[in-house]
């Protein structure tokens, strides 16, 4: 295990009905509120109609219709709405991607040129306005980290970038709030949690026991209540446990300790970047190809420990053998939870892929 810096400062309100404390947390920051949100699921299911009604002594500036994969120019239509209204907090509902448009917006407020910026250079991330966030889809791990996505769509660009200052002060964990979540969405974010643990889990670091107990926790919690919720939606000690893990596989337990860069992202986000699919979908598609290239000597002992730690499996002579039992399992994993598996079943054929490569080599380097 190597040297690390660990801060996790953000509170964690968890459980049902914690919205209740909203009034008390965003009291701390001040009077002017950005609210930020997606395509309005917030509004159908009420939770939208809660915090304007908790929040009804406040000025509420609003910033709708974030996408799935947030663009530069809605991070740009947010920073510009924060500096005309003297935006004190920013309060971002929903899933990942609402909360990293609102960290990249958060960090825009305080600077001077193009947001972009901020996303291509994580260093001119200096002073950022306080991040409060109710989660409504467990996935990213966006509500425990200081890390965001943007996407720029003319250049088809999909980057992430990152600091410390980005991480949100507060975040309110209500898992009963997944309830009505499509069920791709779920499996999707499952997906998506799976491979935040995998890109760490499978680095070469020797002697990060702790960190690599922590991963097989979470991923064997994966598997086993991904497929209880999509059976039975509101079963909440699945969606509490998927919840949990979700801030969990993010928030540098898994990852300190082993350094290096990722894989699978950056090719996924040069997918999603051309295609716009559906993150944790390209990420499904991605790992077991990747489990299966990188599987060699020199891997295939952690391979052995994941067939047997994760998915309780008898050890074998053959490791080889047991190494591509496990990855076959996750691919299946993956397909019984009603994800595409192939590239061509998202629509997605080989005209960029030259391209693409070129892009997630680079974002790498």
């Known amino acids: 295990m190597e040297n690390f810096n660990f801060k996790a400062y953000s509170e964690m309100i968890f459980g049902k009905g914690q919205i209740t404390n909203l009034p008390e947390v965003i009291s701390r920051y001040g009077k002017n509120i950005l609210l930020a949100y997606g395509g309005g699921s917030i509004k159908r299911n009420g939770i939208y109609d809660s915090v304007k009604k908790l929040l009804k002594d406040y000025n509420i500036i609003e910033l709708d219709k974030i996408e799935p994969n947030p663009k530069i120019e809605t991070v740009r239509r947010g920073v510009k709405l924060c500096k005309e209204n003297n935006i004190d907090v920013i309060l971002a509902v929903g899933g990942g991607s609402t909360i990293d448009c609102a960290k990249v917006v958060a960090a825009g407020a305080f600077y001077d040129g193009d947001p972009w910026d901020l996303v291509?250079?994580?260093?001119?991330?200096?002073?950022?306005?306080?991040?409060?966030?109710?989660?409504?889809?467990?996935?990213?791990?966006?509500?425990?980290?200081?890390?965001?996505?943007?996407?720029?769509?003319?250049?088809?660009?999909?980057?992430?970038?990152?600091?410390?200052?980005?991480?949100?002060?507060?975040?309110?964990?209500?898992?009963?709030?997944?309830?009505?979540?499509?069920?791709?969405?779920?499996?999707?974010?499952?997906?998506?949690?799976?491979?935040?643990?995998?890109?760490?889990?499978?680095?070469?670091?020797?002697?990060?026991?702790?960190?690599?107990?922590?991963?097989?926790?979470?991923?064997?919690?994966?598997?086993?209540?991904?497929?209880?919720?999509?059976?039975?939606?509101?079963?909440?000690?699945?969606?509490?446990?998927?919840?949990?893990?979700?801030?969990?596989?993010?928030?540098?337990?898994?990852?300190?300790?082993k350094p290096g860069a990722w894989t699978c992202h950056p090719i996924e986000h040069e997918l999603s970047a051309f295609y716009d699919i559906t993150h944790g979908v390209g990420l499904a598609i991605v790992t077991p190809r990747w489990m299966r290239y990188i599987l060699s000597e020199n891997t295939v002992d952690k391979f052995v420990d994941y067939a047997i730690n994760v998915w309780k499996l008898e050890p074998k002579e053959d490791k080889f053998a047991l190494a591509n039992e496990a990855i076959d399992l996750t691919e299946k994993f993956f397909k019984d939870c009603g994800i595409p598996m192939t590239l061509k079943e998202v629509n997605i054929d080989e005209t960029h892929f030259d391209e693409m490569a070129k892009g997630a080599v680079n974002m790498v380097l």
């Open 120 to 257: 291509t250079n994580p260093e001119k991330i200096d002073k950022v306005l306080p991040i409060v966030t109710i989660l409504t889809l467990a996935a990213t791990g966006s509500e425990m980290n200081g890390n965001a996505v943007i996407s720029k769509m003319d250049t088809n660009e999909k980057l992430g970038t990152a600091s410390v200052n980005m991480k949100p002060q507060v975040s309110i964990l209500d898992p009963e709030y997944l309830y009505t979540l499509p069920s791709i969405q779920t499996a999707a974010g499952t997906a998506d949690i799976m491979s935040h643990v995998f890109e760490s889990y499978f680095k070469k670091t020797e002697g990060a026991f702790v960190q690599d107990k922590f991963s097989e926790g979470l991923l064997e919690t994966c598997i086993k209540y991904c497929p209880i919720a999509l059976k039975d939606p509101t079963n909440y000690e699945a969606r509490a446990n998927l919840m949990w893990a979700s801030s969990m596989a993010l928030n540098g337990l898994c990852g300190s300790g």
